[in-house]
Structure formats: structure tokens, C-alpha cells
């Protein structure tokens, strides 16, 4: 599942090479699963029944919420910055799930009582 497409992507880090393409649709896979499974539910307003979006003919997401695709687009940002994750306590890699991207999903969780 992509949320957003490869172009949308590449924009976002400011990409001016296709040469680690596969490696970045693979992130972008990620990203997005990070974020439908963050609003879970909420995602059945924009994914179809196999739980994907719809795709045109390039294969590009159509009707994904532009702040859903803002959101992936942050997380897909941490993910492509820390490649390597980390190693040890002198590094700890960002937290995809930054606050911006929780505060921009908010009105897309349904919320849970405990």
C-alpha cells in the first residue's frame, strides 16, 4: 500500500536521483502502513475493502486525504533519514510518529476509552 506516490516522495526528501528508488518505495510502503495503522479505522474513509487506496493508471494514489498524505510524507521523512536505525545508546533514531504527524491525524483516529 503507498499513500503517496514515488513522485510525491522524491519531492519531499528532494531527491534528484532515481537510483535508490526500490529503497524508497519500500519506506514509502512503510510510511504508509505506519500511518493507516496509527488511524486504523478512520482510514476506511479513503481505502477500499482490501484496504488499499485506489490507483490511476500510473499507479499513483487517488483520493488519500491531502493532510493523511502530508502526514506520510513526515514519517517516510524520519524513516529515509535514519537508514540505518540505531545502534547502541549513542544514537537513537527519530521517532516516526512525531507530534506534527500526530496532530495532523487527529481528527482522523476514532478515539478509544479505556
Excluded: C
Excluded at 526528501?13 to 528508488?21: K, M, Y
Excluded at 524520519?78 to 516516526?96: I, V
Amino acid at each position: 500500500m503507498m499513500l503517496v506516490s514515488l513522485t510525491q516522495a522524491s519531492d519531499h526528501l528532494r531527491r534528484d536521483t532515481a537510483d535508490d528508488d526500490n529503497d524508497l518505495i519500500l519506506k514509502i510502503e512503510a510510511a504508509s502502513a505506519i500511518v493507516a495503522g496509527y488511524i486504523d479505522t478512520g482510514a476506511g474513509d479513503f481505502l477500499n475493502t482490501a484496504g488499499d487506496p485506489d490507483y490511476d493508471t500510473a499507479g499513483d494514489p487517488i483520493n488519500v486525504p491531502r493532510d493523511v498524505q502530508a502526514a506520510t510524507l513526515l514519517v517516510l521523512g524520519n524513516l529515509y533519514m535514519s537508514r540505518e536505525g540505531g545502534t547502541g545508546s549513542e544514537f537513537r533514531p527519530p521517532d516516526p510518529m512525531s507530534q506534527a504527524v500526530i496532530s495532523i491525524l487527529a481528527k482522523w483516529r476514532n478515539p478509544v476509552f479505556g
